[in-house]
């Protein structure tokens, strides 16, 4: 079973940035792209970003355009999402997906 391990969430103040990470481990699973998702408090898990296995291709909500980017680092196993000009609205717990496989998510908080 595949298993996705989110990090570098936290707390930082609007303008600020963050850089999470999510590894990859065990069997692999079909499918094509991997990506973040977030959920914020009382609301339901929306899509970010996304980044194609084959090509790299990637996708973003139109929330986070401009400021999000998501890249691969294929030998490391390793997914990141580097944010930046963060909003109190990007709060959230953020988790990575690929296939039927979740991470357990990672906290970001952008606070004053």
């Known amino acids: 079973q595949l298993q996705l391990v989110e990090s570098g969430g936290g707390l930082v103040q609007p303008g600020g940035s963050l850089r999470l990470s999510c590894v990859a481990s065990?069997?692999?699973?079909?499918?094509?792209?991997i990506g973040w998702f977030r959920q914020a408090p009382g609301k339901g898990r929306e899509g970010v970003s996304c980044i194609s296995v084959s090509d790299g291709t990637t996708r973003y909500a139109d929330s986070v355009k401009g400021r999000f980017t998501i890249s691969s680092d294929n030998a490391k196993n390793t997914m990141y999402l580097q944010m930046m000009d963060l909003k109190p609205e990007d709060t959230g717990t953020y988790f990575c997906?690929?296939?039927?496989?979740w991470g357990q998510g990672t906290q970001v908080t952008v606070s004053a």
């Open positions: 065990g069997s692999t699973s079909e499918g094509n792209f």
């Open positions: 997906n690929f296939a039927d496989s």
